[in-house]
């Protein structure tokens, strides 16, 4: 089945060290968005790209970095960790036709920033 | 930008009865709203959606409703059953460009469904 693909599943991670989380989708969607949850507060918008040149940023995107190197993958840098940063993170996807809404989303990175 | 609330954060109700999350959202330009479920350690789903041209949506024991001029939707399910059993999320988003921009969350309804 096509999926939306996270890599690494969990993370622990120094403060201060740089750290890369990938995704990648065989569902031939153009559209992908990084978000981050933290319990309480919902998932928030970290970036979005709606094609390899498009790179957008959403409502916490300080302290992030992202690179959308094929169509088919979406990478999210932390380029200095810090422990506020500690969260699960998703990777999702959605087509860009107007009826071809939905987001599919990965299966979450775990990340610990100690 | 766009601002969603959702309430309540913890909703439990008797197995068969009916369970309604309220959202509402700020932004008279969105126009897509999806809710998504997200049960315990697993990757969020969507579970329905509807657009601003419509007020309401069903799918078997699921509807959602628009009120576009107060800016709120919720969603209703019926017959509660365990499996109904996880966290919901409510979003909203603006459709262009022939697909959805990046969704803004409600904080979560954590539903439980009392035996």
């Known amino acids: 089945d096509a999926d939306v693909t996270q890599t690494p599943r969990n993370r622990i991670t120094k403060t201060g060290k740089r750290i890369m989380l990938e995704c990648s989708q065989t569902k031939g969607h153009d559209r992908m968005y990084w978000y981050r949850q933290d319990p309480g507060l919902g998932l928030q918008l970290i970036y979005y790209s709606f094609d390899v040149k498009d790179i957008n940023k959403g409502e916490i995107s300080d302290g992030y970095s992202v690179s959308r190197q094929a169509q088919a993958k979406f990478s999210l840098s932390l380029e200095s960790a810090i422990p506020n940063q500690t969260a699960l993170y998703f990777c999702?996807?959605?087509?860009?036709?107007?009826?071809?809404?939905?987001?599919?989303f990965g299966q979450g990175t775990r990340l610990t920033v100690v | 930008g766009e601002n969603v609330e959702q309430h309540p954060s913890t909703l439990s109700v008797q197995e068969g009865d009916s369970a309604v999350i309220k959202c509402t959202y700020s932004?008279?330009?969105?126009?897509?709203f999806p809710w998504y479920k997200q049960e315990l350690g697993k990757r969020p789903q969507l579970i329905i959606d509807?657009?601003?041209?419509?007020g309401e949506k069903k799918d078997q024991r699921i509807a959602v409703t628009l009120n576009k001029t107060a800016k709120h939707f919720s969603l209703h399910i019926t017959e509660t059953q365990p499996e109904d059993s996880a966290v919901y999320f409510c979003?909203?988003?603006?459709?262009?460009?022939?697909?959805?921009?990046?969704?803004?969350f409600g904080k979560g309804t954590h539903l439980i469904i009392q035996p």
């Open positions: 509807i657009r601003s041209n419509v």
């Open positions: 999702a996807t959605s087509g860009k036709i107007s009826y071809n809404t939905e987001a599919f």
């Open positions: 932004d008279s330009a969105s126009n897509y």
């Open positions: 979003a909203a988003s603006m459709v262009s460009g022939g697909g959805a921009d990046g969704l803004t």
